[in-house]
């Protein structure tokens, strides 16, 4: 059985960091490639950073130069670093694997920023 956990996330203070992770099982995690979600209430899903099987990354606009995500292929771990969080980046993150047609989501762990 496949599963992806989030964890990490919590109140911070605009300015702060914030390092979410996505521990997974039941695939092989080197092979997938991976990306962190986020939702506000109200809005829809976005994509917020993504690394591919072989380590390429993307980045949304609005999170690029702040946020940073990367893999432990060994501990089949994929890692969202958040620095210089904005009230703005309050949201439920979630991460998502993805191998042609398999796709797995975590349930999601929920980032919020005060001003």
């Known amino acids: 059985q496949v599963q992806l956990v989030e964890s990490g996330g919590g109140l911070v203070q605009a300015g702060g960091s914030l390092r979410l992770s996505c521990a997974t099982s039941?695939?092989?995690?080197?092979?997938?490639?991976m990306g962190w979600y986020r939702q506000a209430p109200g809005k829809q899903r976005e994509l917020v950073a993504s690394i591919t099987s072989s380590g390429n990354t993307d980045y949304a606009d609005s999170v690029k130069g702040r946020f940073a995500i990367s893999r432990d292929n060994a501990k089949n771990t994929v890692y969202l670093q958040m620095n210089s969080l904005k009230p703005e980046d309050t949201a439920s993150y979630s991460c998502?694997?993805?191998?042609?047609?398999?796709?797995?989501w975590g349930r999601g762990t929920q980032v919020t920023v005060s001003s």
């Open positions: 998502n694997a993805l191998r042609g047609w398999r796709e797995y």
């Open positions: 039941g695939l092989i995690f080197s092979s997938f490639d």
